[in-house]
Structures are given as C-alpha cells and as structure tokens.
C-alpha cells in the first residue's frame, strides 16, 4: 500500500533563515503523483505544487523550492528565507489510483513554526 | 480562495445524532472527495464521486454515507455520532477523476459532546 512519512514532525527556525521539509514515499505505481499542501492556522489546505512521477527536475516558484529524487524515493520541500507567515502544517501526498479513481495518501505533517 | 465551498463552517451536536455536511465543487470540476481530520488519524480519504457516480472509497465508515448531486454539489451524512467523529471534515474537488490536483475547502469542523 502507499505510504508518505514525514519524519519531522516539528521544525522552529528563526525568520530568514532556510529550512527544509522532508517527504519519503512508498508506492509499487509506476505512475503517480506527488503534492504539497499547506495548512495555515486558519485551518484550510492549500495546494502548493503537484510533480508527476516522470519529471524529476526540481520546481522553484519564489522563496519555495521542490526536489524530486525516484532513486531515494524522495520530494523534499525549501522555504528559503523564510517568514513568519510561513508558520504552518506542510503535508506531502501521494496519489493512489484505485479502479479509474485516485486517492490522495498524506504523510502526518509538519508543523513549521518561524520566530521573528 | 480555492473555489470550493463547504457549510457549515462548524457544528456541534451530541452523541447519537446526524448531520449532513455540504459541499460545492469549483467550477467546472466534477470530482469531490471527502477527507476526514483527526488528531489521531490525520488526513484520511473518506471516499470520491465523479459526475454523480462513486469512484472510490477508503476508510468510511457504514455509519457515513455520501452522495453527489446532479449540479455536482454534494453532501456527507454522518448518523448515529460518537465523540470520536469529532473531527475537521474536508471537501475537495478536481476536473477528472485521477491525478489532478485536488483544490479543498475551508472544512467543517464538528464536535459531538
């Protein structure tokens, strides 16, 4: 079955500083998907970025930045300089398609929290 | 902004009772699905519709049932509430039915006492 782990289950850095977000999958698909979502304490899920199995070059969209590697079974996550409003949940998920359908399979977060 | 809506924001209700939670999908998408947000569980798939049809189920229980309308809204029913389904229930919604992205609501939080 799927499986995300987020190990990190906590991370508190000081504003500016860079910090990452680690994600491992398993997954016996030879097509999948993978996500991020953040959630702010305001509590919705917000859609970050979506990589598709067969493209492992790395995103960058501002301050964030992703890292695929299928070798380590990885999709890692960069806020560079971060801010305070960045403090949020950062969840890593998998898709799994079931029968012409797909599930998202999500890791148990990372809360991240940025002082100022 | 995603584009989804949910009502209620939030509910609380006692132990025993149903509630239907309501979801509309963005425009133009015609998949919904209904994640639950636990504490203990995290986010889990509760199950998916795609124009009016079930498409997949994970973790729902029998007490929980679901349904997508012909204007592709669609609404959750949980019966017979226990404390433990205290939980932010989210809807979200994407064009197809495998590997879009999913856009989500703001969530229904519900607390049975």
């Known amino acids: 079955a799927q499986k995300v782990t987020q190990a990190q289950t906590e991370i508190s850095v000081v504003e500016k500083e860079d910090v990452t977000l680690d994600c491992v999958y398993e997954t016996r698909d030879t097509t999948y998907y993978l996500f991020w979502y953040k959630q702010p304490p305001s509590g919705e899920l917000v859609f970050l970025i979506r990589r598709n199995s067969f493209d492992e070059q790395n995103e960058i969209s501002g301050r964030y930045s992703w890292n695929f590697q299928k070798s380590t079974s990885s999709f890692n996550f960069t806020i560079t300089a971060s801010q305070v409003v960045d403090s949020a949940v950062y969840f890593c998920?998998?898709?799994?398609?079931?029968?012409?359908?797909?599930?998202?399979?999500f890791g148990q977060g990372t809360r991240l929290t940025i002082n100022p | 902004d995603s584009g989804v809506t949910q009502t209620p924001k939030h509910l609380i209700t006692a132990t025993g009772q149903r509630v239907t939670l309501r979801c509309s999908p963005r425009s133009g998408d015609l998949s919904v699905y209904w994640y639950q947000q636990s504490l203990d569980q995290g986010l889990q798939f509760l199950i998916q519709?795609?124009?009016?049809?079930?498409?997949a189920k994970g973790n729902i229980l029998e007490r929980f049932s679901a349904q997508q309308f012909p204007d592709l809204h669609s609404e959750l029913n949980l019966s017979s509430l226990e404390l433990g389904d205290s939980a932010l229930y989210f809807c979200?919604?994407?064009?197809?039915?495998?590997?879009?992205?999913?856009?989500f609501g703001p969530g229904t939080r519900l607390t049975v006492l």
């Open positions: 998920a998998l898709s799994e398609a079931i029968q012409g359908a797909q599930k998202l399979v």
């Open positions: 979200a919604s994407s064009p197809g039915s495998r590997y879009d992205e999913q856009f």
């Open positions: 519709y795609y124009n009016g049809e079930e498409r």
